[in-house]
Each structure stands twice: as structure tokens, then as C-alpha cells.
């Protein structure tokens, strides 16, 4: 019996402590290895298994798991986050900005022609027309008269979607903005600024800056609604920026500068002389600069698909596309 390994083992030590060295600690018991525990203990097994994770760690896989949809998932970038968020969102903030700019401009002109004063015996203070504005654009909103939702309602219906649009929908609100915003200007004194060889405060000179300020606004909606040929006239509109610049800068040099002093006058400001000089002097260079972005910008600007022989339009109700 000498060459039998029973003789070494003793007869209090455990049969497993010839085959494990370590304490009993480290043997698994039958409930465990055969999987046979409760919930409560399984998650304390696995808990001890695997190290916590903490919540930076979840926003890391969410942000990698988000970067590879959007790389590798074209059709989900374009239908899913990016389509809701233009839709939703920026569609309806755009809209919310122009309706309340054409109603402000609504409310500054019944003020100026005496309306306001009539009803309230005293001339609207700026706080008054803005509360005014508000619950008249709340109401155009109820009432479904929104002209902000009819120009935008090419790029809220357009088919396919994810299509490009920021292109048309940042350089055509800054047209109706800008537009509405000129011809606000005119409600207001004076400030002698020239336009086209033309300085003193004339009917003419009113007439040819509410028309200039009325193809502003005009080409800003021909973005927004992806007309054709909108970008021919927004380029041809952009272009004119730069003779404009030229004519008042070299012909009436003076009274662009005083006009710049008077306009700071009138809001209350002090513009010293010599800066209205070096800003008369940068002012074709800033033209430039302008007219340059601006064209850069249009060239991503789209237009809606022309009409073919039994095919309607893109985003049209007809095109299931």
C-alpha cells in the first residue's frame, strides 16, 4: 500500500486540497456551477465579476454608438436625428421670427401714422408694442395665417428628406429679415444716408429704397420656397451691393460719413468723425468681403426639380418618393 497516493493524504484533510491548493474560498459549490441560484445572487456574482460602470462610461457608448450610425447608417442620419431636428425645430424657430418681424413691422407703422395714439390717447411706448406684438402673433399663429409657415412649407414637406436646405433657409431669412427691416428704417427720421446720387430725403429716394428693400425681402422668399431661378436673382441682387457701394463711396463720400454720425445721434450714441472716416474708407473692402460669403453660400443653395412628363413635383403630395 506504500506506492498509493492515500497513504500521503491524512484522514482529516479534505479530498479537493490534493487537486486545489488555494482555500476553500476559491471552489465553486454546486449551486454555482450548475447555475442553480436565485436573481438576488446571480447579480451579486456578476457584480463581483465584472467592475461598475460608471456614467461617464454610458455617454461614451452612446456618443460611439451614435458616430457609428452617422458614418456607417447614411439612411439613418438622413431620415432619423438630422431630419427631425431641421423639421422640428429650426423650421419652426425660423417661422416664429418672421412672423413676429412682419407683425412688429405692422405694429411700428400704426404707431407711426397715429393709429395707436387714436385709440390709447398717447403715443405706444416700446415696451407697449412689443406686448402688442406678442398677442398678435399668438393670434396669427392660432388663426393658421402664418406667413412664416407658408414660406417654409417647401422645406417641411420636401421629399425625400434629409435633403440639403440650411443653404436656403439661412440666406433667405436673412433676406425677408433684412428687407422688412429697411423698410421699418423708413418709418423712422431721416438719417441723409445716400442712394444712388441721391442724399436729400425726397419721395424719389424713399420710393427707390422701398423698392431696393422689396427685392431684398422678395429674393429671401424665392430661397425659402426653392423657387427656380432663385438663385440667378439672389446672385444678380448680391452683385448689386458692390456699384451701390462705389457710387456713394466716390460721389457722396461726405454724406455717407454724416449719415453715420447722425444715425448714432438719433439712437443716442456719440460716433466720433474720424472713426465714420476709416469706416467710409473700409467700406468697399467690407462690401467685397460680403458679396463674396454671400455667393459662397448660394452656390449650396437649391432649387426644387422642374416638372417632367408624368412626374410631379419633388415634395409635392403627389411624389411618394
Sequence with gaps: MSGRTEGVVSRGAPASSVHYWGSRQDVPTPSVAFDDISPSRRLGVAAQRSPPISAFDNCARLMLDLCYRCVHMPEWRSSGLGDFKVRKYVLLFLSLCIDYAWVNTAVVLADQLGIAETVLGQPASWAARQVLSLILLSLVRVANVSLGEWLLS???????????????LLLGTMGVLSGIWALLRLT????????????????LKTAAVALYSTLYSWCGVMLLRFELKAKLCNALLFASVLPLTAINLIFSRDALVASMVARAAIEGRTFPVEKAEVYARVSIYYAILLVAVMLTILYFCRERPTASVGRPLEGSPGNRA
Design 154 to 168: 417647401y422645406a417641411q414637406t420636401e421629399q425625400p428628406a434629409g435633403q440639403r436646405q440650411w443653404a436656403n
Design 188 to 203: 423712422g427720421p431721416d438719417d441723409g444716408a445716400p442712394f444712388l446720387f441721391m442724399v436729400e430725403d425726397t419721395p
